[in-house]
C-alpha cells in the first residue's frame, strides 16, 4: 500500500544553519505530496504542496521539489529560525481514494538560539 | 476565521465512561475525518465521511463511532472508553477536489485521559 517514511528525530540546529528534512514515498499512480507543521498545542497546519512531478512547493522560506524518479519530497529552509521549532510531517494524498491522506510520523526540530 | 473548532479541549475519563467529541468547520466542505496522534505513531485515521449522511472506517476504527447529521459537523464517540484511547484526538475536513490536491485543515485537537 502507499506509505511515507520520513527521517527520524529530534533533530536540532543552531540558528541560521540549513535545514534538510528527507522524506520518501510509496505510491500507486500519481499522488500529491504535503509537507504540514505543527506547533506545540496546535494542530497540524499546511506548510506547503505539490501536486505533479518537478513541482515545487516553497513557503515561509521552505521549499520541497516533487522528484518523481526518487520518489521523494524532500523539505529544505537555508536558514532556519527558533521559531521554525515544531514537528513536521510529510504526507501524501491518495488520489481518487476519498482524499485521504497518509502522513508519515513526523520529525521534531529543535532551533537553538 | 474559526475553520475548525473542536470541543472539548480537554478531558478525562474513567475507563467505561462515554463521551463524544464535537468538530465543527465552517468552511462548507465537504470531507471530514477524525485522527488520533500517539508518540511515534504519527497521525492515524480513525473514521472519515465524504458528506452528510455518509461515513466510513479509516485505520483504526475499532471502539469508536461517529455521525454526520449535519454538513459543518462531524462527532466522534467512545462507547466504552478503554485506556487504550488515551491520545490526542484531531478532527480535520476539506474540499472534495476528486483529484487529491486540497489539503486537509485541522483544529487544535482534544487531549482525552482514560484512567
Known amino acids: 500500500g502507499n506509505s511515507v517514511t520520513q527521517m527520524e528525530g529530534p533533530v536540532t540546529l543552531s540558528e541560521e544553519a540549513f535545514l534538510t528534512i528527507n522524506c520518501t514515498y510509496t505510491a500507486t499512480g500519481y499522488p500529491s505530496l504535503f509537507w504540514y507543521v505543527q506547533y506545540p498545542g496546535e494542530g497540524l497546519q499546511l506548510l506547503l504542496k505539490?501536486?505533479?512531478?518537478?513541482d515545487k512547493g516553497s513557503n515561509k522560506g521552505f521549499e520541497a521539489t516533487y522528484r518523481k524518479e526518487t520518489t521523494s519530497f524532500h523539505l529544505e529552509k537555508g536558514s532556519v529560525q527558533v521559531s521554525d521549532s515544531a514537528v513536521y510531517f510529510c504526507?501524501?494524498?491518495?488520489?481518487?481514494?476519498?482524499?485521504?491522506?497518509?502522513f508519515g510520523k513526523g520529525t521534531r526540530l529543535h532551533i537553538l538560539p | 476565521n474559526a475553520g475548525v473548532t473542536q470541543t472539548p479541549k480537554f478531558r478525562v475519563l474513567k475507563t467505561g465512561q462515554s463521551m463524544t467529541l464535537l468538530c465543527a468547520q465552517d468552511?462548507?466542505?465537504?470531507?471530514m475525518y477524525w485522527y488520533r496522534q500517539d508518540p511515534g505513531m504519527g497521525l492515524r485515521l480513525i473514521h472519515y465521511s465524504v458528506g452528510e449522511g455518509t461515513t466510513a472506517k479509516g485505520e483504526v476504527p475499532d471502539g469508536y463511532n461517529v455521525s454526520r447529521l449535519k454538513k459543518q459537523n462531524f462527532l466522534l464517540g467512545l462507547e466504552s472508553a478503554a485506556p487504550s484511547q488515551t491520545s490526542v484526538y484531531f478532527c480535520a475536513s476539506s474540499y472534495s477536489s476528486g483529484v487529491g490536491n486540497q489539503p486537509q485543515h485541522f483544529g487544535d485537537g482534544t487531549r482525552l485521559s482514560i484512567l
Open positions: 505539490a501536486t505533479k512531478a518537478d
Open positions: 504526507a501524501l494524498s491518495d488520489r481518487g481514494r476519498d482524499d485521504k491522506i497518509i
Open positions: 468552511m462548507n466542505h465537504e470531507y
